[in-house]
């Protein structure tokens, strides 16, 4: 096997048995990025210097015995994520030039367990998409098939480990931009319980949906960078300072004992399944994949979510409403770029906020601001809040009758470039399967399943109780190897 396919389980054992050096491994993946990310377009800033001074570092290590979990390893992180000394734009001309001062919290807990940054991957601007057609630098092409999108908004991050230009990468999820991307490219993608990873350092979107989550080759990479990255943070109020049991942990039993979930019972939304536009390659893929956790001893159950109709329009009052609010602070004086062509200081806010985010940023603070208003306050944002609690015990009460939650990742698989960009309703309504559990703060996994019969991968997702990402784990590794796929690559 070639240095740029490993996982990062792989990836890890190789270097510390010295069979290569992170350097060499850095080295093949910087080989790719520098013939494909042309064309594909995943990295908005990749830092080569940076990264090579680090593998050199993490070999030295190596060589004197040290051990850390992702000592040497090749990592991508999402443009919205702080890194010190390397630019941080959100995909935002607004912060084109923005170099933080500091790392976040799940940056500096990376370097801690030896990961080498390659670089910081596309995205939809402040991460409000699902394509990574919205981002103000350029779009991302899916690696299975350049005519068609990668997913977002972690769009970046998800073709970067598809196409084997990192070995792991970061991304965040609001509404399903790690889940939905990871499945359009097939990845794996885990989406933690609010407040499982710290948000500090994290550039806002809608703070009380945002979360930091791994996208990687396979699940148990999965794990390994969730104990990594999870724990509590006196810097972020809202991170849960609750034990974190050892998710890579589940795979051992299962190497011992084998893949077993006897005892495991799932439920399927019966309002997910007559979701108007599902897929039908879209609905056999799901079909096959439950026919294989069955197999491995699941009890699937007739659940209902009876708010799933009006989630969509919840959450496009809410995350809007509280992007408004957290993009305020981009105003031309605090951050990044001003407009010095202005009359007084309301026209330079004017034209810096017109010329430095694109139309649909524009579009969200536009809706968030005229939900918040008042007169409209209760309409709309109050309205909303309340649905969002019932969804919240929708799920609680689907919980009493089952461990677990499967269903599909997204309506289909990746749409081709330019499909949806004129339609932000379509848009919207693609992410019908994954936001809810953004607006319970509920973990979510994506595992690839299958394909569709033009080639393109398609995601099985899995949800589970808060802070039960074990579960999502066990089960998410349960139908990794069952099912396991032939194809784990696209062939680039
Ligand atoms: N597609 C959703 C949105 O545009 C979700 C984005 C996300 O999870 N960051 O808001």
């Known amino acids: 096997m070639k240095l740029h396919e490993l996982t990062l389980y792989e990836a890890r054992n190789g270097l510390d048995r010295g069979e290569f050096s992170s350097i060499e491994l850095l080295e093949s993946l910087l080989e790719r990025v520098r013939s494909l990310d042309p064309d594909i377009g995943a990295y908005i800033t990749v830092d080569i210097q940076g990264a090579q001074r680090a593998a050199r570092e993490a070999d030295n290590l190596i060589a004197a015995g040290e051990r850390l979990p992702l000592l040497g390893i090749p990592m991508a992180l999402k443009d919205l994520l702080c890194t010190r000394g390397i630019r941080t734009t959100c995909a935002s001309r607004i912060l084109e030039n923005f170099v933080p001062q500091y790392d976040a919290t799940v940056v500096s807990m990376l370097k801690k367990a030896g990961a080498v940054i390659i670089g910081k991957t596309n995205m939809d601007e402040f991460a409000m998409g699902s394509s990574t057609e919205n981002s103000g630098f350029h779009i991302t092409r899916n690696p299975w098939n350049h005519d068609c999108v990668p997913g977002g908004s972690s769009g970046g991050s998800a073709a970067a480990v598809s196409a084997r230009m990192c070995t792991a990468a970061l991304g965040t999820d609001t509404g399903g931009s790690i889940r939905q991307p990871a499945s359009h490219c ?52 809202t991170s849960a300072d609750i034990a974190r049991p050892d998710f890579e942990g589940v795979m051992e039993k299962f190497e011992r004992d084998g893949p077993s979930l006897k005892g495991v019972k ?30 491995m001893g699941v009890e699937m159950v007739d659940i209902s979510l009876p708010q799933t109709d009006y989630a969509v329009a919840a959450y496009y009052v809410i995350a809007p409403s509280e992007a408004s609010s957290n993009l305020a602070r981009f105003d031309g004086v605090r951050y990044g770029f001003r407009e010095t062509e202005a009359r007084d200081i309301i026209d330079m806010y004017k034209k810096t906020k017109s010329r430095g985010f694109g139309p649909e940023v524009q579009r969200r603070i536009i809706t968030g601001t005229y939900a918040l208003s008042a007169g409209y306050y209760d309409a709309y944002y109050g309205r909303a809040t309340r649905v969002r609690s019932m969804i919240s015990e929708d799920f609680s009460r689907a919980f009493e009758q089952c461990d677990i939650i499967i269903s599909p990742v997204a309506p289909t698989p990746a749409f081709r470039i330019g499909e949806n960009v004129d339609d932000p309703l379509t848009m919207y309504l693609t992410d019908i399967f994954t936001l809810s559990t953004n607006m319970a703060g509920l973990p979510g996994i994506s595992v690839p399943c299958g394909f569709s019969s033009q080639g393109l991968p398609i995601g099985f997702q899995i949800m589970a109780p808060r802070f039960d990402e074990i579960s999502l784990i066990r089960a998410g590794y349960a139908l990794e190897l069952s099912l396991s796929l032939e194809k784990r690559f696209p062939d680039i």
């Open 186 to 237: 097939g990845v794996v993608g885990l989406k933690p319980t609010y407040g499982r990873v710290s948000r500090y350092g994290l550039v806002s979107y809608a703070s009380s949906l945002d979360q930091i989550g791994p996208i990687t080759r396979d699940v148990r990479d999965a794990a390994i960078l969730l104990n990594v990255i999870c724990g509590h943070d006196p810097l972020d109020s």
């Open 266 to 295: 799932a439920g399927i939304p019966r309002e997910y399944l007559s979701v108007k536009g599902l897929h039908p390659q879209v609905e056999k893929a799901f079909a096959n994949a439950r026919k294989h956790l069955e197999d």
